[in-house]
């Protein structure tokens, strides 16, 4: 009968977080494509050490991004119980985009890129999604998000904006600013009755500018 397990050795705990720390620093600097021999290089150990600790990629990304995506999924869902629908979307938003524009390795998990998906990450890159799902139409239900569009349309057009910012030419974008646009775009449109003033009686459509009053019979021409 087999013994219980050892804990690993000192030096191969030391190894572990020196892995973790490269990891998590080229990750959020190169997202997936950074290689696994450029990370052991930069953990000072060799691959075969790497690859005892993290057999794939995927195993080591999980490791970094992981927790990171979790505490996303939990902000999510105390958010999605917010009196003010749209307001705890945006927020949402807000915070994606503020961890996302320096951390390269977010904007690959929430994309998908080069991640199985059956890892953890995977699945938990799905919960964040469904919990902005359910905000998405809770905002839409009481009329002040646009109802046109699905978590489809909205995850593509964050992950667009993401993407734009991670890219060279978007360098000296603000996430800010480039955020404020997508919010803009979210909200739905003013009613006619708003846009035309607000003047309009109840069942009364506003004009527009090349209509005119119809002229009495012998009045003004």
Known sequence: MAGPSRPPRADARRNRDSLLRAATLAFAAEGLSVSLDEIARRAGVGPGTLYRHFPTKEALFEAVVH????????????????DDAAGALFAMLRRIVADAAEKADLIDALSGAGIEVMTTVGATAADLRAEIGRMLTRAQDDGTVRGDIGIADLMAVLGGVLLALRHPAGREADPRRALAILLDGLRAAPSPLRLAGGTAGDGERPRDDDEQEPRQPGGPT
């Open 67 to 82: 927790e990171r995506l979790r505490r996303l999924v939990d902000e999510a869902r105390v958010l999605g119980g917010a």
